[in-house]
């Protein structure tokens, strides 16, 4: 049973268009979270939801909207598509706010803009 | 700037050796520093937790040491093996969990 997943896995677009990415935990964690892995391999956060609030939002254009339906699901919405929005993006979730928990992340979705 | 550096890109190592990874950090005060493995096209997988009041950490043939008057951590994989072929990633934490680019291990059998 799969504990983070992420749907689809794979998602080619045109620029312009408008894509959604979800994401769900059966951990029971409290905290989940959207990370943005470019070319270079960074790991960078975007997003934070602790119990369907938001609590971390780095600088994202706000092009990107999270939402999060109840703490098991946070999903992530991108408008108006861009060539620099092709990334992997990967879901995490951790047992509590920001503290030592560490992070279960999901396999990832492959974004690719053309 | 906030800045993490993992040593090299890439080590390439021969079965049996140890493998050490380097994770530098300037202008950051973690309170913690965490581990991970990413193999991939896959997510990463926590490894090892260390605190800022510890020296060093240990699970299996995994240790960590964090040294925060140099403002850096050390990660040793002992007995390498093939499986442990992989991406391994530090990520300091302070009110985020913020990651450094990953160095690629391949252990050569």
């Known amino acids: 049973d799969t504990a983070v997943s992420q749907t689809p896995k794979y998602l080619v677009t045109q620029m312009g268009n408008d894509k959604s990415i979800k994401c769900e935990q059966n951990l029971g964690h409290d905290t989940m979270y959207w990370y943005k892995q470019d070319s270079k391999k960074f790991l960078k956060i975007m997003f934070s939801?602790?119990?369907?609030?938001?609590?971390i939002n780095e600088t994202v254009p706000n092009r990107f909207s999270p939402k999060s339906p109840d703490k098991a699901h946070l999903n992530l919405h991108i408008n108006s598509l861009e060539l620099g929005d092709s990334a992997v993006y990967f879901c995490a979730s951790s047992p509590r706010d920001i503290d030592t928990g560490e992070l279960f992340f999901g396999e990832g979705s492959r974004l690719t803009v053309l | 700037s906030q800045k993490i550096e993992q040593n090299s890109e890439a080590l390439n190592i021969q079965e049996g050796k140890t493998a050490t990874l380097t994770c530098n950090y300037t202008?950051?005060?973690?309170?913690?520093l965490q581990w991970y493995r990413q193999d991939p096209g896959r997510g990463p997988v926590f490894l090892l937790l260390i605190r800022e009041n510890e020296k060093e950490k240990r699970k299996e043939r995994l240790k960590v040491t964090f040294d925060t008057t140099l403002k850096q951590s050390l990660f040793h994989i002992t007995a390498s093996q093939p499986a442990d072929s992989a991406t391994y990633l530090c990520a300091l934490g302070d009110y985020k969990l913020s990651f450094g680019a990953g160095t690629t291990v391949t252990v050569r059998a």
């Open positions: 202008n950051y005060s973690p309170a913690y």
């Open positions: 939801y602790n119990n369907k609030e938001l609590i």
